[in-house]
Nanobody, 117 residues
């Protein structure tokens, strides 16, 4: 059974930084696309950023320049570096690992990020 375990969330003041990590147990991590999504209270889950198996990154415009996604295939880990955090960034952040060709689509349990003074 594939497991994704996120960590790194917490309470941070506006303007602060956090780095989220997600470790995946899937053996074929290196050929999967991985992404970070978030869901704020009362809102739908939305894409933040994703990174292809080849390392190509794709950001939703609102996050580009503040957030950076990266991956370490040897560690089967995807990261999300978040800078200049704003109160509206408060949400549960989820990682996703997928490979359409194989029907893989896995989600972590989420990690809470709260931006507040």
């Amino acid at each position: 059974q594939v497991q994704l375990v996120e960590s790194g969330g917490g309470l941070v003041q506006p303007g602060g930084s956090l780095t989220l990590s997600c470790v995946a147990s899937i053996n074929v991590f290196s050929i999967c696309e991985v992404g970070w999504y978030r869901q704020a209270p009362g809102k739908e889950r939305e894409l933040v950023a994703r990174i292809s198996s080849g390392g190509t990154t794709d950001y939703v415009d609102f996050f580009e320049g503040r957030f950076t996604i990266s991956r370490d295939n040897a560690k089967k880990t995807v990261y999300l570096q978040m800078n200049s955090l704003k109160p509206e960034d408060t949400a549960v952040y989820y990682c996703n690992v997928r490979r359409v060709q194989n029907g893989y689509d896995y989600w972590g349990q989420g990690t809470q990020v709260t931006v507040s003074s």
